[in-house]
């Protein structure tokens, strides 16, 4: 069964609301969790690494305003895009790791900005 | 700036055939690296990891790793039209295998 889970795995909005995804690991405890986007026909780009318990820490020319994190649990992490625009329809994707090549992508979630 | 390469393809192989795909990075210091396949418009799944030099087999899978050359490779032996996908290779340039940086993919298409 899966691993992880995400929430809403497809969304819809206007332009200027603000979106929150969540990421759930369903089988272990996991202090860590990675957050990632793809465009269309591109590779996955890592936004941020997320940190239970403390603030997450984003990726050179993330906007951490923008895409805010929070990780308050073990089995939850959540990325709100904020004022979204057009230009941040994507597939967004977290990844949980665990023991050495216990590793886990969740099924992803496309956010179409209207 | 760390990197991971990969020719984007199309990589075209007839059914039955062994498909190879190559990665290069940057950084000497990775010490792991995986290859993921991704199906349109899903998130990527795990196919091989390798941290050694030399080949790693599971079943029709085959990655090479050459630490000294800065490569690594994944064989698709016996390739078949399910295969057909977008294969990711990744680095890990924490030592470990948390952060992981991604090439851009190659698509493969295996045609009957």
């Known amino acids: 069964g899966a691993v992880v889970s995400q929430h809403p795995s497809r969304v819809i909005c206007k332009s200027g609301t603000s979106v929150k995804i969540e990421c759930r690991s369903l089988?272990?405890?996991?202090?860590?969790m990675f957050w990632y986007r793809q465009f269309p026909k591109q590779s996955l780009m890592l936004m941020a690494t997320?940190?239970?318990?403390?603030?997450?820490?984003?990726e050179q020319g993330v906007e951490k305003d923008k895409f805010l994190i929070n990780h308050a649990s073990l089995t939850l992490s959540t990325l709100t895009v904020t004022s979204a625009h057009p230009e941040d329809s994507s597939f967004y994707i977290c990844?949980?790791?665990?023991?050495?090549?216990?590793?886990?992508f969740g099924p992803g979630t496309r956010l179409t900005v209207l | 700036q760390k990197e991971v390469e990969q020719n984007s393809g199309p990589l075209s192989v007839p059914e039955g055939a062994i498909a190879s795909l190559n990665c290069t990075y940057s950084?000497?210091?990775?010490?792991?690296f995986f290859w993921y396949r991704q199906y349109s418009g899903k998130s990527p799944e795990l196919i091989m990891s390798?941290?050694?030099?030399g080949d790693k087999e599971d079943g029709r899978f085959t990655a090479q790793l050459n630490k000294a050359s800065q490569y690594v490779s994944l064989l698709i032996r016996d390739s078949q039209p399910s295969d057909s996908a977008t294969y990711l290779c990744?680095?890990?340039?924490?030592?470990?295998?948390?952060?992981?940086?991604f090439g851009a993919g190659t698509r493969l298409a295996v045609h009957p």
């Open positions: 990844r949980i790791a665990g023991a050495r090549d216990t590793q886990y």
């Open positions: 089988d272990f405890q996991a202090t860590t």
């Open positions: 997320s940190n239970e318990g403390s603030k997450a820490t984003y």
């Open positions: 950084d000497r210091v990775s010490q792991s």
């Open positions: 390798i941290y050694s030099n």
């Open positions: 990744a680095a890990s340039f924490s030592g470990g295998y948390n952060k992981l940086i």
